[in-house]
């Protein structure tokens, strides 16, 4: 690249930057600077032929921010370390990896119009085999925290009969990110079963053999924070600008997206831009995507593109390895006949039997005590007394919102949609089978409504579930977090 034109470029930056505050007539200057330098440290000045600037940007997008927000400035800086008369034309790389879109002529009064001639070579000092923008030289990369967690390595998964296919997945996916059939990698199971821990697994690894690529984890509910923050301060182009630079994206709990359709839109978008790049996008969820309600069908259709992997609750023989694997970590050996009994106390999932281990380890450290079966069987009946579980209605809604991925003021709602009526008659049943309140008192707890309608909700749930799959899947399931 022409050290010159980079200079030129560098005072026209540093211009636009020491005007942004009257420009954008904002006093948080701090904020200001920092949205300037994440959309233009993408940018690349190419080329400079007679009074025509060739600026390299990653997409579409990026162009037409620029116009919408900054072209009065960027115009007044071209001016000033330019001069009068200058053309600006963008080289958009996104899918268009060797041509140029449609050129743009800017004069100074700051509006853009096109013009009759396109450029149809490349800029001077570039080669047509550039297909992702972000890895040119001189583009600088924002340093973004993973928020990985170390303990969640393939070093510390415990493969079994419930697992072994998503592991042998996320390992290949790992070797070659965003290169394999796998894409997206969607993970589903039951609660604390380790669907996050093998996302994890997949970005430390990543982060270990190929360390500048980009690794995102994050909940969904952080995500969909972070886009309601932005659609407030009407910042949605610099929240997927953010995600669009990363190489390997992995969103916890996609399911509850449901119903956020904003959320979901921006989603889309950004997924489609990921995975054209060749980017890999890994997500869990508590359901197949089939099963996730209220979601966009192009979204669905997209999770299906690459590969979903059930994770099941772990059998008594990998329950084994996992507390094996456990305990030696801490220096501490079972006998054959503790780890059975160990093994066969916690059946549900891997966060329990997690926490179990962990009850007993504090236990005979306080107590000084050797490790013994009776020690253990002494341990696991005193967590099981403070534990035990009531079951009320609150607790079922909890449950059933958390299943449905919905909120508890749309369960008491009195919305009619599906999505919606069919987890609440769900709640109003299993608040009969599972307590002793009247119909009245169920109606009263779910909103408000009339005990006629709890009677007809939990007849429905009984007729419905025998002859409907889906219903009885639900119930069942459901039945089984309930009392777990």
């Not at 080329?47 to 990026?62: A, E, I, K, Q, R």
């Not at 070579?121 to 297909?131: A, E, H, K």
């Not at 179990?356 to 002494?378: C, F, G, P, Q």
């Not at 089978?433 to 009263?444: C, D, L, P, R, V």
């Amino acid at each position: 690249m022409n050290e010159n034109l980079m200079m030129i470029w560098q005072k026209c930056l540093q211009f636009m930057r020491d005007n942004l505050n009257a420009a954008e007539d904002n006093s948080d200057l701090k904020k200001l600077e920092k949205s300037f330098d994440l959309l233009f440290d993408k940018v690349q000045p190419v080329s400079l032929v007679d009074n025509n600037l060739t600026l390299m940007v990653p997409s579409d997008f990026y162009k037409e921010y620029i116009e919408d927000n900054y072209l009065s400035l960027l115009s007044a800086a071209l001016k000033k370390n330019i001069g009068k008369g200058v053309k600006l034309w963008y080289s958009v790389m996104e899918n268009k990896p060797s041509g140029l879109e449609k050129p743009v002529t800017m004069n100074m009064k700051g509006k853009s119009v096109p013009t009759p001639k396109i450029q149809e070579t490349m800029p001077q000092g570039f080669s047509g085999n550039i297909v992702n923008p972000f890895v040119v030289p001189g583009i600088k990369k924002v340093n973004i925290d993973s928020n990985l967690k170390a303990d969640f390595s393939f070093d510390n998964y415990v493969e079994g009969e419930s697992n072994k296919f998503a592991s042998t997945v996320a390992r290949s996916i790992a070797k070659r990110p965003g290169a394999t059939a796998f894409n997206p990698l969607f993970l589903y199971g039951g609660y604390g079963v380790g669907k996050t821990h093998l996302g994890q697994a997949v970005g430390l690894e990543v982060k270990n053999q190929f360390p500048d690529k980009v690794v995102l984890y994050l909940s969904s509910e952080k995500f969909i924070q972070q886009f309601i923050s932005a659609a407030k301060a009407h910042k949605q182009t610099e929240f997927a600008n953010f995600y669009q630079m990363v190489d390997v994206l992995i969103i916890d709990d996609i399911q509850f997206l449901s119903g956020k359709s904003a959320t979901q839109d921006s989603f889309f978008h950004i997924f489609d831009y990921l995975h054209q790049n060749g980017k890999q996008i890994i997500l869990t969820s508590d359901k197949a995507p089939v099963d996730i309600m209220d979601i966009q069908d192009r979204i669905v259709s997209r999770f299906k593109w690459g590969l979903s992997a059930e994770i099941k609750s772990p059998d008594l023989e990998t329950r084994k390895k996992i507390i094996e694997d456990k305990l030696s970590r801490d220096g501490i050996v079972l006998t054959d006949d503790m780890l059975d009994f160990l093994a066969a106390e916690a059946k549900t999932n891997v966060r329990e039997l997690i926490g179990v281990i962990n009850s007993v380890i504090a236990y005979s450290t306080i107590y000084k005590s050797d490790l013994s079966l009776e020690l253990l069987k002494e341990t696991i009946n005193k967590i099981a007394a403070n534990q035990k579980k009531i079951i009320n209605i609150p607790y079922i809604q909890e449950v059933v919102c958390d299943y449905f991925g919905i909120k508890r003021e749309q369960l008491l709602s009195k919305t009619r949609k599906r999505e919606i009526a069919l987890p609440r008659q769900l709640a109003m049943y299993f608040a009969k089978e599972f307590t002793n309140a009247t119909f009245t008192k169920i109606g009263e707890e779910m909103g408000g409504k009339d005990h006629s309608t709890v009677m007809y909700a939990c007849e429905t749930i009984k007729d419905v579930s025998k002859i409907d799959k889906e219903v009885k899947k639900y119930v069942k399931e459901l039945t089984e977090k309930i009392k777990s």
